[in-house]
């Protein structure tokens, strides 16, 4: 069982930045892909960012492409996303989810555990 938690969601204005973390139960943490979704009122839910378990393999959406960075520290078990440049139609709830595949995907039926989600409110 995988059990992820974000946090660091809030409200900031358009160009600000916001640092999004999420912690992820489970000793072999280092083997999972990991990404990041949102999901906007109204919207579906859309794929933000990626990478393999090795971390060689990264993997944007268009949209965010240049102005966010996903990373992760193994060693807590941890993978960020670095969100600068913020707009307001990057508002929406994010979810950090785990695929135990390990390669990574934009689908976000190949992910197989999810967080909660956190907020994001960009303010123009």
């Known amino acids: 069982q995988v059990q992820l938690v974000e946090s660091g969601g809030g409200l900031v204005q358009a160009g600000g930045s916001l640092r999004l973390s999420c912690l992820a139960s489970?000793?072999?943490?280092?083997?999972?892909?990991m990404g990041w979704f949102r999901q906007a009122p109204g919207k579906e839910r859309e794929f933000v960012a990626a990478?393999?378990?090795?971390?060689?393999?990264?993997y944007y959406a268009d949209s965010v492409q240049g102005r966010f960075t996903i990373s992760r520290d193994n060693a807590k078990n941890t993978v960020y996303l670095q969100m600068n440049s913020l707009k307001p139609e990057d508002t929406a709830v994010y979810y950090c989810?785990?695929?135990?595949?390990?390669?990574?995907?934009?689908?976000?039926?190949?992910?197989?555990?999810w967080g909660q989600g956190t907020q994001v409110t960009v303010s123009s």
């Open positions: 489970g000793r072999t943490f280092s083997s999972y892909a």
């Open positions: 990478f393999s378990w090795t971390g060689y393999n990264t």
């Open positions: 989810a785990a695929d135990l595949r390990g390669t990574g995907s934009r689908l976000p039926t190949l992910y197989a555990y």
